[in-house]
Every structure is written in structure tokens, then in C-alpha cells.
């Protein structure tokens, strides 16, 4: 399906109801053309094949609507054409033992799955089709017709009744895959921008209390060496009031990338505060820790930064705190840290500090 939709240019939609609908308007393509040949070369009635001729030029309309942006359009004009093709279908050429029927099934499916829940119209709209489809059902079920325009040839029935049937159990598994799919990528998504800090793109304060908790049990239970280091920008403040806070932003960012390139793997970045930044740093020696903190100093003391046609220079100042059982809690640890940082601001800044 993912290959179908590429060939059309619809692999790079995002919203999930766009991409049900064009997951929906294909499968109805390829079933009309199917059904098409099947009357064509087997039950060859004029007015079934102009409809599904018709029908089949229309969804291909509603394709390239959908990338046009005309969404309430397409999906009105695909659950009422489909409907409308399908109830000519079922109650003038098609007797029941074909099963064409059930395709009225998938009129809710397909209602539900597109609806915005924020809308009442589209909320209106899917349960009106949804309640017709239903009824439609039903009828098809418990009306028995008299005469049909056509007398389907019993080959040709059986066909259809087989391909009615598979095609209704692939198109109902492919969008509640689908559906699942946009779900499970919708809340990932949701995941992320919640562990992350928006500016920087690095883990948030959030996840540092999470990873603080969790390796701050790990180090007392296996008795593992950590080290958190919480540094700060030196003069960050005047950043902001000289150049404005876009220039303290791209500040922050560049900031970021120097300081992710010489880490490593095994340690981890958070953005802390506003200028505020932590690193946990797992199964290294406070001496280790230092050595790191002192050449991040280093490194960014020597850094150039342009920053909007401007050449700033940068300092850190740097808290350390490790791991020991006079911590009662990750808490502990982090306020220890906090106190190593606000001690090398108190001595002069550009300076690391340890507990």
C-alpha cells in the first residue's frame, strides 16, 4: 500500500485522516476496476459497466482533489458516491448471494476513521452515513427483490460473491492497520515532543529526573560510579538585552551542538533551565568527570560564536556531584549539584566546581 501511495505522490502526507482517505479512494479503484472486468468479460450489462466507468473516473478525481487540500469535498463526495454506487449495485443488478452487500459494512469504518472529532458537521455527517448504511444493510438483508435489470450469470455470481468477500476483509484490515499505524506514530510523536526540549532538540528536565531516578537506583544498587554535571552560561542576561533572545536562542543552539560533540555516546544531555544545562554521566570516576567538565570549559571558552553578524565570546561554569550514600534521593544529588554551581558563579565563574 505505502509503494501505491508513493506512485501517486501521497507518501509524504501527515495527517492521518488524509492518508486513510487515500488508502480508501485506491482500494475503491482497484475493486471497481476489478469488478469492471468482471462485467466486461463475464456479465456483460451496459449500464453496470458505464457506472462503474463513471465511478472509476471519479475516484481518480477525488485522488488528485485530496492533494489539492479539498478534504471535506473528497470525503463527502466518497461516502456518497459510494453509497450510491453500491445501492444501484445491490438493489438492481446484483441478487444477494453475491454479498455485495457487505460492503455497506465499511461505510462506518471508513466515517469513523476520517471524522475530525473537533467538528460537529463531520461528527453529523459520519453518523448520518453510518445510520444509512446500516439501514441499507438491513433491507438488503430482509428485501427480497422480485426481478433484477440483469440476470447475473451464475459464474460470474460466484466470482463476484468470492471477490466481494476478500476484498471487504483486505480493505477493513488495511485501514484498521492503517488507523493503527497513524496511532501508534501519533503517540511516539506525542512521546517526544514531551521528553524534549523544543529549542535545542535535546532531552528536557523532565527526562532528567526520569534517567536521574533511574540510574541513581542502578548506581546504589550495583554500586556504580555517576556523576551529574549541571552547568551554566556565564552572563547569559546580557546576551539577551544586547543582541535580543533570537540571538540567545541561536546562542543555546550552537551551544548544543559543541557540547554533543565531545561527550560520549554513553552519557546523556538535557537542557536543564533557560541557559541551564545537566549531563549524567554513567560508569566514570569523579577525576574522569572533572577531566570532561574541564574540557567542555575549555572548548567553549575558545569557541567563536556568530550570532547574527555579531562575534561573541562564551563561558561556562560547571557543579559536579557523585554519587554517594549520603544521597537520600536523585534530589539530594541534584540540589548537591546545584550548590557546586552556584559556588564557581560565587568564585568567578568560567570555573568548575565539585562537591
Known amino acids: 500500500m505505502d509503494k501505491l501511495l508513493k506512485a501517486f505522490g501521497l507518501e509524504n502526507t501527515l495527517h492521518p485522516s488524509v492518508r486513510l482517505m487515500n488508502i480508501m479512494l485506491l482500494l475503491v479503484i482497484f475493486t471497481t476496476f476489478s469488478f469492471l472486468v468482471i462485467y466486461v468479460l463475464m456479465a456483460p450489462f451496459l449500464p453496470a459497466i458505464i457506472v462503474h466507468v463513471f465511478y472509476l473516473l471519479l475516484n481518480l478525481h477525488l485522488i488528485f482533489a485530496l492533494r489539492r487540500g479539498a478534504i471535506q469535498y473528497v470525503k463527502i463526495i466518497l461516502l456518497t458516491s459510494f453509497l450510491i454506487q453500491l445501492s444501484m449495485a445491490v438493489f438492481l443488478w446484483f441478487p444477494i448471494t453475491t454479498n455485495y452487500n457487505l ?87 506525542l512521546e517526544r515532543l514531551a521528553n524534549t526540549d523544543s529549542l535545542t532538540n535535546i532531552h528536557n528536565r523532565r527526562v532528567l529526573y526520569k534517567d536521574g531516578v533511574i540510574e541513581f537506583d542502578l548506581a546504589r544498587k550495583f554500586n556504580h560510579d555517576l556523576t551529574l554535571l549541571i552547568m551554566d552560561i556565564d552572563n547569559f542576561k546580557m546576551v539577551n538585552d544586547q543582541y535580543g533572545h533570537p540571538a540567545g536562542d541561536q546562542l543555546l543552539i550552537k551551544l548544543t551542538d559543541i557540547i554533543l560533540r565531545h561527550i560520549r555516546k554513553e552519557d546523556t544531555f538535557f537542557r536543564y533551565g533557560g541557559e541551564e544545562f545537566a549531563i549524567l554521566i554513567r560508569k566514570s570516576s569523579l577525576e574522569d568527570s572533572k577531566v570532561l567538565a574541564t574540557k567542555l570549559l575549555k572548548v567553549v571558552e575558545n569557541e567563536s560564536f556568530e550570532i547574527e553578524g555579531n562575534t561573541l565570546k562564551v563561558t561556562l561554569s560547571f557543579g559536579l556531584a557523585m554519587y554517594s550514600d549520603e544521597y537520600k534521593d536523585f534530589d539530594g544529588m541534584m540540589s548537591a549539584a546545584d550548590n557546586a554551581l552556584y559556588t564557581a558563579k560565587k568564585q568567578g565563574k568560567n570555573r568548575v566546581e565539585v562537591v
Request: charged letters at 15%.
Open 103 to 189: 460492503y455497506y459494512l465499511v461505510v462506518p469504518l471508513v466515517a469513523f476513521s476520517l471524522v475530525d472529532y473537533n467538528s460537529k458537521i463531520d461528527l453529523t455527517i459520519t453518523h448520518i452515513f453510518s445510520f444509512i448504511s446500516a439501514i441499507l444493510f438491513l433491507v438488503s438483508k430482509t428485501v427480497t427483490m422480485d426481478f433484477f435489470l440483469y440476470q447475473t450469470p451464475q459464474k460470474a455470481e460466484m466470482l463476484i460473491s468470492l471477490m466481494t468477500i476478500v476484498s471487504v476483509i483486505i480493505s477493513m484490515k488495511l485501514l484498521f492497520q492503517q488507523y493503527a499505524k497513524d496511532q501508534y506514530k501519533y503517540q511516539k510523536e
